[in-house]
């Protein structure tokens, strides 16, 4: 399959069965309900996917469901997370045997540090296989920052290197970036609040995080942007921003999945550390959600 860096996309859950173990009847489901809806490919398993509390074998059966799912309609891309930049190098090699048709790269999440450590761990998993690759900027959740012209660099050095998920919250990277390098990298935007005006910028695609739930709302938010349809875009942006701020939020693997579970798409289950929504803080997402969700702006 051949990767395309645009549209949405969608950095997808993982569902757990009442044991928590991978539902992957499920997550075969999803993967398809949501390419019906519109998107353009699936990125698995991320942050959004708990990728932390899943052990490598784990991984690459996601993959495996997902690409026997859904990976003759579109690309499916691995997220790689690992804290060694060894076990990187070896998912990508294994997501590659797999099937995938792009990686999704990020730098090892705990471990913070210059420039020439970062890069060498992302030179490595690039390296690793002649698929496509997404670099992950998330300087707000991972604590390194990829600055536009250390992006640059890397976009001279490596031609599988082709598109950026730019997760600063700042739309002004966008136009950095490809002040820097033009047409160049394909750059998505990588929080969910800020894609109208992303695309406004120049991104073209969206790594997206509510879409999980509203696919076609998502899919259209993201073609009113792209085609200059103003009024339509901005109408349905105001009715959607309420649970687009839930993607970055500390707790927003469990939020998402809640309004998964409203919508009828998903469970509530999350693997420890995280711990489901309960009492107070459980009703005021409930009323939020449930609030917009009355007030649909589908069309």
């Known amino acids: 399959m051949q990767m395309k860096w645009t549209g949405v996309m969608p950095a997808t859950t993982t569902a ?13 489901q999803h993967a398809t309900w ?22 490598f074998d784990e991984k690459l059966a996601i993959w495996k469901t997902v690409i026997g799912a859904v990976g003759e309609r579109v690309p499916v891309v691995a997220a790689i997370a690992s804290l060694s930049t060894a076990e990187a190098v070896q998912l990508a090699q294994r997501a590659a045997d797999a ?24 030179e490595a998993v690039f390296r690793a296989t002649k698929l496509s690759c997404m670099l992950y900027n998330n300087p707000v959740v991972y604590g390194t ?19 950026v998920k730019e997760s600063s919250t700042d739309v002004r990277r966008v136009t950095w970036i490809r002040e820097l ?41 993201f073609n009113y942007a792209k085609n200059g349809e103003r009024e339509k875009a901005i109408a349905l942006y105001n009715w959607f921003l309420p649970l687009l701020r839930m993607d970055t939020v500390p707790k927003f693997v469990q939020l998402i999945k809640l309004v998964q579970q409203e919508v009828g ?34 069309g």
């Open 99 to 122: 099937g995938c048709s792009g990686l999704m790269v990020l730098p090892p999440y705990v471990y913070r540090s210059d420039w020439r450590e970062m890069k060498a761990h992302i």
């Open 16 to 28: 757990f069965d009442q044991h928590l173990n991978i539902d992957h009847a499920f997550v075969g």
């Open 265 to 298: 798409m998903g469970n509530a289950r999350v693997r420890p550390p995280r711990l489901e929504l309960t009492g107070a803080e459980l009703e005021e997402a409930l009323r939020v959600i449930r609030g917009i969700l009355a007030a649909n702006k589908r």
């Open 181 to 221: 390098v033009g047409d160049r990298l394909a750059i998505s935007v990588g929080v969910d609040d800020a894609i109208v005006e992303g695309i406004a910028m120049g991104a073209v695609g969206w790594v997206a995080g509510l879409v999980n739930a509203l696919p076609r709302e998502s899919v259209d938010l």
């Open 34 to 55: 949501l390419i019906d809806h519109g998107c353009t490919g699936i990125v698995t398993p991320g942050s959004l996917g708990e990728s932390a509390t899943l052990s």
């Open 145 to 163: 920052d990829f600055l536009p012209e250390q992006i640059k660099e890397l976009a001279a050095e490596h031609e599988n290197f082709e598109a």
